[in-house]
């Protein structure tokens, strides 16, 4: 028995209609800005991702960061991405947010795998994966505390084999 692919390709039609892929796997040794990655931390790369369905241009719900990373890194990464990219000095909160309210405790981290596929669009697309997987690189994500849990398409290290937490 085969089990079901995580993640199909795309593929489009050459001139002559043999089908290749319309994507290509992305690779450590390639630029993480080029899929909005930012360095912080002396050399750590993080990103902060919309919910799903949500405009690209959205806060993000989820963090994610190239490598497995302690949990204290991943939320003073986390931190830092929302200090220079948005401006915001309290990252838990979104703007517009009572800053009375309480906020749901600080969600873990987790390690995990995935594959990213850069789109001839220059667009790019996360799927979780197995280690051992091909293509795979590490990664720690995280939800962000201000974010509903719904919203947020992060493996579970409680349910499932795809994550763990990270410590």
Same mark, same amino acid.
């Given at each position: 028995?085969?089990? !079901?692919?995580?993640?199909?390709? !795309?593929?489009?039609?050459?001139?002559?209609?043999?089908?290749?892929? !319309?994507?290509?796997?992305?690779? $450590?040794? #390639?630029?993480?800005?080029? @899929?909005? /990655?930012i360095p912080v931390l002396g050399g750590?790369?993080?990103?902060? @991702?919309?919910? #799903?369905?949500?405009?690209?241009?959205?806060?993000?719900?989820? /963090?994610?960061?190239?490598?497995?990373?302690?949990?204290?890194?991943?939320?003073?990464? !986390?931190? @830092?991405?929302? #200090?220079?990219?948005?401006?915001?000095?309290?990252?838990?909160?979104?703007?517009?947010?009572?800053?009375?309210?309480?906020?749901?405790?600080?969600?873990?981290?987790?390690?995990?795998?995935?594959?990213?596929?850069?789109?001839?669009d220059d667009t790019w697309r996360l799927?979780?994966?197995?280690?051992?997987?091909?293509?795979?690189?590490?990664?720690?994500?995280?939800?962000? $505390?201000?974010? $509903?849990?719904?919203?947020?398409?992060?493996?579970?290290?409680?349910?499932?084999?795809?994550?763990?937490?990270?410590?």
């Open positions: 028995m085969t089990a !079901a692919p995580l993640y199909d390709l !795309a593929t489009s039609a050459g001139d002559d209609g043999t089908m290749h892929p !319309a994507e290509r796997i992305w690779a $450590p040794d #390639q630029d993480p800005a080029v @899929l909005g /990655f750590l790369h993080i990103t902060g @991702l919309p919910a #799903q369905g949500a405009d690209p241009g959205s806060h993000p719900a989820v /963090f994610l960061l190239l490598g497995h990373h302690r949990w204290a890194t991943t939320i003073h990464a !986390a931190a @830092l991405y929302m #200090q220079r990219i948005h401006a915001w000095t309290r990252w838990c909160l979104y703007p517009g947010d009572d800053h009375d309210e309480t906020i749901p405790r600080i969600p873990r981290a987790i390690h995990a795998h995935a594959t990213i596929h850069c789109r001839p799927a979780w994966a197995r280690p051992e997987e091909p293509g795979v690189v590490p990664i720690t994500a995280m939800r962000h $505390p201000a974010a $509903p849990t719904a919203v947020v398409a992060i493996p579970d290290p409680d349910h499932g084999v795809l994550s763990t937490s990270a410590r």
